[in-house]
């Protein structure tokens, strides 16, 4: 059996690994659901932690909105600019890459009291990008395509991502480097993490969906140029490391920490243990902010 043969067994025998462990994983790390710290909680949807949306779209409940939940977002500006430093003290470029969350991307496919409640706080995901703005935060905001039933972007969204973010990267970008290789997209059929997790409390309702990923191919060599930091959403399964490093013609790391709590996680231990880069780019949900905690970093 050839490497890329070996490589696409074990990625897809790894994916439904991947969508269980990171629903269960976010939904027992995310605050117990409760009225948001917002001042005006009239028409709140009851608290669940699998919402089921419209034509068979699921969202995770755990996904609070920035504007839900102030004094935790104000908390997480705060880290984010206090890590954000220590990493631009080693010497690193750093940009915050901030992903909304499902329900207010596709807030068209909500049940109608959630879409209501979320139409209250159209203007907040961007708001905080801007705060962080005002602090000397450089960052990048993206509005992906998700699953229907899963909690995170898809392939395809992952690619487009790491694109947007090699523009804004132009200056490291090698004319003469390495070349990486476009692979084919691996079509395989499973549950969306949304859809295992009703599935292991007896919900058998969901069906597999058709979910598509690039076969392996093998990185370029050498010290890494880029690291990219966070959680399951810059797994290789989405392809957004591999598909930065194809754009840049550079090596790219990537630290994932599984969890809505991964970015801060995978952050840490960057600081930590990471050898400093010229570029890392820190990818952040935005459950991440709104369910953070001051002084509860795992």
Do not use: C
């Amino acid at each position: 059996m050839g490497r890329n043969m070996i490589a696409g067994v074990v990625a897809a025998a790894a994916a439904g690994w991947l969508s269980l462990t990171y629903a269960r994983e976010a939904m027992t790390r995310a605050p117990a659901p409760t009225a948001p710290s917002s001042p005006s909680a009239q028409g709140q949807p009851a608290p669940v932690d699998i919402v089921e949306g419209r034509d068979g779209w699921l969202y995770p409940g755990w996904d609070y909105l920035v504007d839900e939940r102030p004094a935790e977002t104000a908390s997480a500006i705060e880290q984010i600019v206090k890590m954000a430093e220590a990493a631009r003290a080693r010497g690193s470029r750093v940009i915050v890459l901030l992903i909304p969350n499902k329900a207010r991307v596709h807030h068209d496919r909500l049940p109608e009291d959630r879409a209501a409640w979320t139409a209250q706080y159209a203007d907040g995901f961007e708001q905080m990008a801007v705060r962080l703005r005002d602090r000397g935060i450089e960052v990048e905001t993206v509005w992906p395509q998700f699953s229907p039933r899963d909690a995170h972007w898809t392939g395809e969204a992952g690619e487009a991502a790491a694109r947007q973010l090699a523009t804004r990267l132009a200056a490291f970008q090698r004319s003469k480097g390495p070349k990486l290789p476009v692979p084919r997209w691996v079509e395989e059929r499973r549950l969306g993490d949304l859809a295992a997790l009703a599935k292991s409390r007896g919900d058998l309702r969901w069906s597999e969906d058709v979910f598509q990923r690039r076969d392996y191919v093998q990185p370029i060599p050498g010290k890494p140029t880029v690291e990219v930091v966070g959680n399951s959403f810059i797994d290789t399964y989405y392809g957004f490391p591999q598909e930065l490093s194809r754009q840049l013609h550079v090596a790219v790391e990537h630290r994932v920490s599984y969890s809505g709590q991964g970015p801060w996680r995978a952050m840490r231990d960057y600081l930590a243990n990471g050898e400093p880069r010229a570029a890392v780019i820190w990818q952040i949900q935005e459950t991440s902010v709104s369910s953070f905690t001051p002084g509860a970093l795992p």
